[in-house]
């Protein structure tokens, strides 16, 4: 339950993330602040990737 709930929380941030971004890239944006919106946006999806695993190919991660 909680995965489910930062799942969808995370869905959120990627859409308000994608509508900034949208938003500079209308302008001429300084390229420093794309590479932040494009480092944060990879950030997110790497995070809803490593909560989507099923628990037990984590653990065998970490053995």
Do not use: C, W, Y
């Not at 489910?4 to 993330?17: D, F, M, P």
């Not at 971004?21 to 997110?44: F, G, K, Q, V, Y």
């Amino acid at each position: 339950m909680f995965r489910a709930q930062v799942l969808r929380e995370l869905n959120r941030i990627g859409v308000n993330v994608n509508q900034i971004a949208r938003a500079l890239n209308s302008d001429l944006t300084p390229p420093d602040i794309r590479h932040r919106l494009d480092e944060l946006h990879r950030l997110l999806e790497l995070i809803a990737e490593a909560l989507r695993e099923p628990a037990d190919s984590r653990k065998d991660l970490a053995a």
